[in-house]
């Protein structure tokens, strides 16, 4: 892994002000790595519509990193939608993460007037033209609810085809997957970036649970670096570290330069791991 890398690093918007004041402290940290830019999550049915909205535009005005909200469709209604592309616009936010989302559960069906993500990229061009670099999700291990792994890739060209600029991917800790994937994409005519998510997974036994509901295997190797370390962090965390340096690793070797993180909100694993890999924040700041 070399300096000529580059990085994007995921968000989540937080209830509590402590919790914003923290991740503004995190992206400061991050900051130091020169990121291509911060994204930031959005609740289906705009739970986070206002929280999202403020803190891509503290990212960018405090923060000095070019900040991209994440979009969904579900449960949100067109005029919902382009009233947040004009604020965005407005504020001169240029990067958009584009999905179809997923309704907490209470919240009902899927409603919205758009169904998918390609029905969202096709609105947001025709609203906006080409000011927004779109971003679209693309899932190595096929999405959950796809019928099958071919109707998926399918699926993923539309969004491509619809107007995506790049796509950034679901976590996978098979990394194989990820080569598959974009080789089967790519010789059906999609030439956009298709940048790997990456999830340190510090908290193991409550991660496995949700990345496995997102359709992401996890492999018994992995299962096994974790074993007998519930009870203690410090452990975890390094294991944690090794195992995304390594993923890392296989990438950059297989010639992936552009890699983005799931952060959760903090910035200790990030620089182990950039640590672990030779790369040095640009900028004064360390993780606390
Ligand atoms: P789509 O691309 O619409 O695909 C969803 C399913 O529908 C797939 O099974 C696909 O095969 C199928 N499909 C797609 N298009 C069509 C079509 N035209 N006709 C028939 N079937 C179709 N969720 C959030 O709620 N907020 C976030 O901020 C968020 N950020 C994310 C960031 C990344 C990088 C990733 C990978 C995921 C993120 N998610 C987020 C999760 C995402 O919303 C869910 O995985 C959701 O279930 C699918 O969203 P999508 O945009 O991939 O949907």
Redesign the pocket.
């Known amino acids: 892994m070399s300096q000529d890398r580059r990085y994007s690093f995921e968000f989540f918007p937080t209830k509590t002000d402590a919790g914003h004041e923290k991740l503004l402290a995190t992206a400061r940290q991050l900051a130091t790595y020169n990121p291509d830019f911060f994204s930031c999550?959005?609740?289906?049915g705009g739970s986070t519509r206002d929280r999202t909205l403020n803190t891509v535009l503290q990212l960018e005005s405090e923060v000095k990193v070019p900040a991209a909200p994440?979009l969904?469709c579900v449960g949100d209604s067109k005029d919902d939608l382009r009233g947040l592309l004009t604020q965005y616009k407005a504020a001169g936010i240029t990067r958009i993460?584009a999905?179809?989302?997923?309704l907490p559960s209470g919240m009902g069906m899927a409603s919205g007037e758009l169904r998918?993500?390609?029905d969202l990229v096709e609105f947001i061009r025709e609203e906006t033209g080409d000011h927004f670099h779109i971003e679209?999700?693309a899932y190595p291990e096929m999405?959950p609810?796809?019928r099958n792994f071919e109707?998926?890739l399918n699926?993923f060209v539309?969004?491509a085809n619809a107007g995506a600029d790049s796509a950034?991917?679901?976590y996978f800790f098979n990394a194989d997957s990820y080569f598959y994937f974009v080789e089967r994409v790519r010789a059906m005519g999609v030439d956009i970036p298709i940048v790997p998510?990456i999830m340190p997974m510090h908290n193991f036994k409550q991660a496995r649970n949700f990345v496995t509901r997102?359709g992401t295997t996890v492999p018994d190797w992995l299962a096994e670096k974790f074993e007998g370390l519930d009870d203690d962090a410090e452990t975890r965390k390094l294991v944690a570290a090794t195992v995304a340096a390594g993923q890392v690793q296989k990438l950059a070797k297989h010639g992936v330069d552009t890699f983005h993180f799931y952060t959760m909100n903090r910035a200790d694993l990030v620089f182990a791991i950039s640590h672990l890999l030779g790369i040095r924040p640009q900028g004064a700041q360390k993780a606390a």
Request: charged share 20%; hydrophobic share 30%; proline share 0%.
């Open positions: 999550t959005y609740g289906a994440h969904s993460v999905l179809r989302g997923d998918h993500a390609n679209v999700a999405h609810q796809a109707d998926d699926n539309r969004k950034i991917t679901q998510g997102a």
